[in-house]
């Protein structure tokens, strides 16, 4: 059974830094392709920032290049997303998600492409 949960999400202040954790069990993270939404209220899930593919490359959405860090932990099974330099518009629940079918250059930024997900966790961002 695969699992994946998902914690650190928090309510800060604009300018803030978060670490978001996504503990997966079940699956391999060094061998799967992983990825950060995000949802806001009213709005459509958005892709965030993903590693993996062949080479197990990092890629972000535009407007959180510069401001945040995908990476993994292969020993602990952890995948993390570090955020800093916060704004309001960060505002959303976050989630992980794994288990991509597709092709990765083409799919990443596609939620139905993933078929495990957790189930996520609050930033609140004020300004």
């Known amino acids: 059974q695969v699992e994946l949960v998902e914690s650190g999400g928090a309510s800060v202040q604009a300018g803030a830094s978060l670490r978001l954790s996504c503990t997966v069990s079940?699956?391999?993270?060094?061998?799967?392709?992983t990825a950060w939404f995000r949802q806001a209220p009213g709005k459509e899930r958005e892709g965030v920032a993903y590693?993996?593919?062949?080479?197990?490359?990092?890629d972000y959405t535009d407007s959180v290049k510069g401001r945040f860090t995908i990476s993994q932990d292969n020993d602990t099974n952890t995948v993390y997303l570090q955020m800093n330099s916060l704004k309001p518009d960060d505002s959303a629940i976050y989630y992980c998600?794994?288990?991509?079918?597709?092709?990765?250059?083409?799919?990443?930024?596609?939620?139905?492409?993933?078929?495990?997900w957790g189930q996520g966790t609050q930033v609140t961002v004020s300004s």
């Open positions: 079940g699956i391999s993270v060094s061998s799967r392709s």
């Open positions: 998600a794994s288990g991509f079918s597709g092709a990765w250059s083409l799919h990443r930024q596609r939620a139905s492409h993933y078929k495990y």
């Open positions: 590693i993996g593919g062949p080479g197990f490359n990092t």
